[in-house]
């Protein structure tokens, strides 16, 4: 069983930053794509950021690029989302997800996931 633990998160200005946290436990294998969604109330979930350990790629939606950076930390167990220069609109619910395959092909559907931390609330006031 694998468990996905988030951290971070809150409420921000316009143009300030967060740092979101996913701890991941239990069996957790090498190969695995970890990845960043968020829902906005009204709207769908949607596709934010991924790590892929096998080449350590990084994956970012159009809407984040150059402002949000998804990283790992040395131990490889967790997934980190810096947020910066955030906007009104990046006000969500943001969840981590994970996924252990190592033929995993859908970095970028949520349904494609088979592991989800709790979710966590960003909040920006503009």
């Known amino acids: 069983q694998v468990q996905l633990v988030q951290s971070g998160g809150g409420l921000v200005q316009a143009g300030g930053s967060l740092r979101l946290s996913c701890a991941a436990s239990?069996?957790?294998?090498?190969?695995?794509?970890m990845g960043w969604f968020r829902q906005a109330p009204g709207k769908e979930r949607e596709f934010v950021a991924a790590f892929k350990w096998s080449g350590s790629r990084t994956y970012y939606a159009d809407s984040v690029k150059g402002r949000f950076t998804i990283s790992r930390d040395n131990a490889k167990t967790t997934v980190y989302l810096q947020m910066n220069s955030l906007k009104s609109e990046d006000t969500a619910v943001y969840y981590c997800?994970?996924?252990?395959?190592?033929?995993?092909?859908?970095?970028?559907?949520?349904?494609?996931?088979?592991?989800w931390g709790q979710g966590t609330q960003v909040t920006v006031s503009s």
């Open positions: 239990g069996r957790v294998f090498s190969s695995r794509t």
């Open positions: 997800a994970a996924n252990f395959s190592p033929y995993f092909s859908g970095t970028y559907d949520g349904d494609q996931y088979d592991y």
